[in-house]
């Protein structure tokens, strides 16, 4: 199994700690993925800082293939973190060199060997989607809680498993999964917190709770759920067991500080 990820990385800074762990959706899912057992890689830019050296290094012990990494002057995104009990809450985000981000046609050609394509939201990657799908790539893209975001008018078309932050299984996300399965997506998913996730194929909706754990830290549980459930997937397994294995990923994932 082989997924590549493109876009955004930034180090969390802890404000009460002032520890700082590597992160960013893209990066998250890799390291998830590998832990699973499939092979990755990332494509993305780091600064010319201590951080950016931080970045590298910890994704490649953890086995993504960082070939692809681009060092530009200048700093490597931040995001500040503050813990309200055992959930975070994000502050300050210096996106760094990553807010010129953009791919080369050789990036996306290295992206072309591989599986399955992820991203997210801010990773700037949105507008290589069509070509992904053109190289026969499956993709998948996290919009994380902008549901309103124009990106889910026109991006979805291209993404096959599009992932959505809600907090309940009510009428409106039921019928806002519905929307974008209707533009072209193979399942709609969205995580619902402590409500657990919801999926829907075209043809019913799936639900899956999530288990008693001690939680420790949040940072990362949406990420895991989306690694988990995209290695059920390439593996062929049906939707409900996509939808636990994301959430028993995610239940490993919160009970310690920081991403991974």
Request: glycine share 12%; charged share 20%; with cysteine.
């Amino acid at each position: 199994m082989r997924i590549v990820t493109v876009g955004d990385n930034c180090m969390d800074v802890y404000q009460a700690s002032g520890k700082a762990y590597p992160g960013g959706n893209p990066v998250n899912v890799a390291v998830y993925l590998t832990e699973l057992g499939a092979q990755t890689a990332y494509i993305g830019w780091v600064g010319t800082d201590m951080y950016g050296e931080i970045m590298i290094r910890a994704m490649k012990d953890k086995g993504v293939d960082t070939s692809r990494i681009s060092k530009k002057a200048g700093k490597t995104a931040v995001t500040q973190v503050e813990m309200i009990g055992n959930d975070r809450k994000f502050g300050d985000y210096d996106e760094g060199v990553m807010a010129q981000f953009s791919l080369t046609p050789e990036e996306i050609s290295f992206a072309g060997n591989y599986q399955l394509v992820h991203s997210g939201i801010w990773g700037h990657a949105d507008k290589y989607f069509a070509a992904f799908k053109e190289k026969g790539l499956v993709t998948s893209f996290d919009f994380s809680d902008q549901l309103g975001d124009e990106l889910v008018q026109t991006l979805t078309p291209h993404v096959d498993y599009p992932f959505f932050s809600y907090t309940q299984d009510d009428d409106y996300i039921r019928g806002f999964l519905t929307e974008v399965k209707q533009r072209g997506s193979q399942i709609a998913v969205a995580t619902l917190g402590e409500n657990g996730s919801l999926a829907y194929d075209g043809e019913r909706f799936y639900t899956c709770g999530v288990g008693r754990v001690n939680v420790v830290d949040t940072m990362g549980a949406g990420d895991s759920f989306i690694a988990g459930f995209i290695y059920g997937r390439l593996n062929g397994l049906r939707v409900e067991a996509c939808l636990e294995q994301g959430a028993s990923t995610a239940a490993k994932t919160i009970g310690y500080f920081g991403a991974w």
